[in-house]
């Protein structure tokens, strides 16, 4: 699936590590844009852990609105609590899509979830660190995503992956 036409979407984040972790995800995912509203961020983000320096290759910014950021042929994916939510292990993600997810001392406005194409919660008992939500959301569409691929591009992408000392094969 390409990601190409996928953003994050941060409602008013305030933890720098948590951003710095979901800089991290986007670059593992190809995610090529992370939009956010509010001005906690603003104030902490000289404290982010963006330990992959991720920042340089990803379109991150400020935004007034998420809606109005989002062009028409993109759906719109809250993620959040909400009764009558889709489960995400039953949720099949847009090829090109805004997801968008709460503060992490808060909820998403009603008046975004009234615009969403859908809305998703993941089946936890409580609610997952930012960083965390956002990893497996992206981790899903992934996974969703990964049985398309053939046993060659699985094995390019592993390659790609690994890091220089890693050299692991499984056992014949």
Do not use: W
């Not at 889709?86 to 949720?91: A, G, I, Q, R, V």
């Not at 997801?99 to 609610?127: C, H, L, N, R, W």
């Not at 990964?146 to 890091?163: H, M, N, V, Y």
Request: aromatic share 6%; charged share 20%.
């Amino acid at each position: 699936m390409d990601n190409n036409a996928v953003s994050i979407c941060l409602t008013n984040p305030k933890s720098p590590s948590n951003v710095g972790g979901i800089l991290r995800a986007a670059g593992c995912y190809q995610i090529p844009q992370i939009l956010y509203t509010g001005n906690r961020y603003n104030k902490a983000k000289k404290h982010a852990a963006d330990t992959q320096n991720n920042i340089q290759s990803i379109d991150m910014r400020h935004v007034e609105s998420f809606l109005a950021e989002k062009p028409d042929d993109v759906k719109l994916v809250c993620i959040d609590f909400a009764i009558g939510a889709t489960p995400l292990p039953e949720f099949e993600h847009p090829k090109k899509a805004f997801y968008v997810f709460g503060p992490e001392d808060g909820s998403i406005k009603q008046d975004v979830v009234d615009q969403a194409d859908a809305v998703v919660y993941m089946p936890t008992i409580g609610s997952l660190n930012l960083a965390a939500a956002v990893n497996v959301v992206l981790y899903d569409r992934a996974a969703k995503a990964f049985g398309q691929q053939t046993t060659q591009q699985q094995t390019e992408l592993i390659k790609a992956s690994r890091d220089v000392n890693n050299r692991l094969k499984t056992p014949v």
